[in-house]
């Protein structure tokens, strides 16, 4: 596989509370991450092997493999096996266009592009679904996977799949920034870990400070408030569940225009995001000219690691999100940037009370006994909001790393056909232009009516949009 790999001593520590409840999200279908990059120029196979071990000798989270003692219960990170597990399965031209005609003939499916249906091929690949048995025989589960398919007009799609316990929306970004410095030429990189810690024990002391009467406060409130929230429309409750994706896409002008709107009125992307789909949502809810209230679950998704006791780099791999649990009414005669200005105050407000921190252990547990009782749950969907979106979208611009490797299109995001959310919202904003990903789980929700759904929600965005510059 190229170069020898870095030896470290192996190592063994048990997860911790975020990360725990991650391998049970994760068994049951949601945060399954999957990159998918497509490549116009052939790929040099080696090279893409030597990039792939050294990320691997940079990042001992990535050289990890997850284990289940059966007679303690308890689950460990074995980090730095004796053995790197990491290589480069390559599918040839005949088995991915066998693979591509299967997924193809599926409903809805047709028009899709290959990368499009590869990438939800991968993120319905659940290598972690029972951790207890195949752990137990194999001494511990691979956390990281990667698959090069070979398209026809030469074409390759290169797919990394990952289990969230070790890989969060910020680690994705720097895996494949470093990958693709690693790939180019002279690419060095130069980005040791330095951590492997779950989350906990590097909150500041005092964050999560919270009462006994306070924790069962906030339990009550948390459950009561779930049973008041209004879900979108269930299609199908009973069929065995996948994750799909829909995109949500703007022009450059368009983009520009949002991104300004937002920056005006103090706000964030993910707070416009989220009043298109609300706004969207609603429409479909009521008939022309009838204002009903309806409450809405809405989760921020934050990335702790600037606020951690010792701040952490973004070079740093693992989980380090926490969420933010709200809830927002709309009537439906709301502006898009009234309804988002509010919106992103609720969060804002609630991050600058450390709710990220002290409700962590809360949400966790409240998430856990979802996952064992799905009955909690509406029609037991496992839906425990409408919609949930990150702090901060990803900013980047095509370099010449990118041209040199003919890198066309990527998509990032990760499986949510567990518990989670109706729609997952993973934005970025690429040369200006926006491109979001939106997860969904299947056949819960249908393909039909999430781009349904999207077409609104771009309705809403652009008509704001012209109301702005009109004002």
Request: glycine content about 6%.
């Amino acid at each position: 596989m190229g170069d020898a790999p870095t030896n470290f001593e192996s190592q063994t520590r048990l997860l911790g509370g975020t990360e725990q409840n991650w391998c049970k999200a994760v068994a049951g279908g949601t945060g399954i991450t999957a990159l998918a990059l497509q490549i116009s120029k052939e790929p040099n196979v080696p090279q893409f092997k030597k990039a792939l071990q050294k990320l691997q000798n940079d990042h001992p989270t990535l050289n990890s493999m997850l284990h289940k003692n059966p007679s303690t219960c308890s689950t460990s990170f074995i980090i730095n096996p004796p053995i790197p597990h990491i290589r480069l399965n390559i599918i040839n031209q005949l088995k991915t266009s066998e693979l591509l005609k299967t997924l193809t003939s599926r409903s809805f499916n047709a028009s899709l592009s290959p990368l499009h249906v590869i990438l939800e091929h991968e993120m319905n690949i659940n290598e972690w679904s029972d951790v207890a048995s195949r752990s137990s025989c194999m001494g511990g589960l691979h956390l990281w996977f990667a698959n090069l398919y070979t398209l026809p007009d030469q074409k390759w799609v290169l797919v990394l799949r990952l289990h969230a316990g070790i890989c969060d929306r910020t680690t994705a970004v720097s895996l494949l920034k470093e990958l693709k410095e690693a790939m180019g030429e002279g690419g060095t990189g130069g980005y040791k870990e330095k951590r492997n810690v779950g989350i906990e024990e590097l909150v500041p002391v005092g964050k999560t400070k919270k009462t006994l009467w306070a924790h069962g406060k906030d339990m009550v409130a948390y459950s009561v408030n779930s049973l008041t929230l209004t879900n979108l429309k269930f299609k199908d409750v009973k069929s065995p569940r996948r994750s799909e994706v829909v995109r949500l896409k703007m022009n450059t002008q368009e983009t520009d225009l949002l991104l300004a709107g937002c920056k005006i009125r103090g706000i964030k992307l993910c707070g416009a995001l989220i009043a298109a789909t609300l706004l969207a949502t609603h429409s479909s809810k009521r008939r022309p000219g009838n204002y009903h209230r309806k409450k809405y679950g809405v989760v921020f998704l934050n990335d702790c690691r600037p606020y951690l006791q010792p701040s952490l780099s973004a070079h740093e791999f693992g989980f380090y999100h926490s969420a933010i649990s709200t809830s927002q009414e709309v009537k439906g005669e709301e502006t898009l940037w009234d309804l988002a200005t509010k919106i992103y105050m609720t969060f804002e407000n609630s991050k600058n009370n450390n709710k990220h921190f002290s409700d962590m252990a809360d949400l966790n547990f409240l998430m856990s006994k979802a996952i064992e009782n799905p009955s909690l749950t509406p029609s037991s969907s496992l839906r425990t909001s409408l919609v949930s979106a990150f702090e901060d979208p990803i900013i980047e611009c095509s370099s010449d790393i990118e041209r040199d490797l003919g890198l066309d299109d990527y998509i990032g995001c990760a499986s949510a056909h567990g518990i989670g959310p109706s729609i997952g919202l993973f934005d970025t904003v690429r040369d200006g232009q926006l491109d979001c990903a939106c997860v969904y789980p299947a056949p819960l929700h249908s393909r039909e009516q999430m781009q349904e759904l999207l077409a609104k929600m771009k309705v809403i965005l652009l008509e704001s949009l012209k109301m702005e510059g009109k004002a």
